[in-house]
């Protein structure tokens, strides 16, 4: 069985047992967390919503806070010598799924 769910600006495949990074969320190590916009669910039989499916829950299980990898962002212009150099890392949550409800 899987399930397709939106967070944070984004929609993710999961199945049971399925490790995913997503935009932070709230919350501690070990805690649960629930997802409510799930907009299909497949299996034997698929459920597809419109646009969300009544009824249908994903729960998962925070595993860590962490940060992504460093990007660089980098601007010129091309005379003057104006040169900038920026990093970041975006902060993400690892999750394990635990449970999908249809």
Request: net charge positive.
């Amino acid at each position: 069985m899987y399930a397709v769910i939106k967070t944070g600006g984004k929609q993710y495949k999961v199945s049971e047992g399925d490790l995913l990074k997503v935009e932070l969320l709230e919350g501690a190590v070990g805690e649960t967390v629930e997802f409510e916009h799930v907009l299909m669910v497949g299996g034997e039989e698929v459920k597809i919503g419109t646009p969300l499916v009544p009824g249908a829950k994903v729960k998962a299980q925070i595993v860590a806070q962490d940060k992504d990898k460093k990007i660089l962002v980098f601007k010129s212009k091309r005379r003057g010598g104006k040169r900038t150099k920026n990093g970041h890392r975006q902060p993400i949550t690892r999750l394990k799924v635990a449970s999908i409800e249809a």
